[in-house]
C-alpha cells in the first residue's frame, strides 16, 4: 500500500537532503513508474473545490521534458 506525502513531511525530508552543498547544487527531477526521468518545472499550491474532501490544498509539481541528457545513473548516495 502506497502512501501520499503532505507538505509538512515534503518539508521535512528537503529540509534534510538540502543540509549538503551537494544536494544544493543538484538537478531536480521526477521519475515516472515507466522510469522516466522529468525536469521539475514549477510548484503550485491549488485549493480543492471537492466538497467533503480531506485534504483543502495540494502543492502540484510540473514537470517538461528533459532538453539534455543526463546520462547514466552510477549510484544512489
Not at 509538512?8 to 521519475?31: M, N, W, Y
Amino acid at each position: 500500500m502506497s502512501r501520499t506525502i503532505d507538505g509538512k513531511t515534503f518539508r521535512h525530508v528537503l529540509d534534510k537532503f538540502l543540509i549538503s552543498p551537494v544536494c544544493q547544487g543538484a538537478r531536480v527531477q521526477i521519475e515516472l513508474p515507466n522510469g522516466k526521468f522529468l525536469d521539475l518545472d514549477s510548484i503550485k499550491l491549488l485549493e480543492n473545490k471537492i466538497i467533503g474532501s480531506k485534504e483543502s490544498h495540494r502543492l502540484v509539481l510540473k514537470t517538461k521534458e528533459s532538453t539534455d541528457n543526463m546520462g547514466k545513473i552510477i549510484g544512489k548516495l
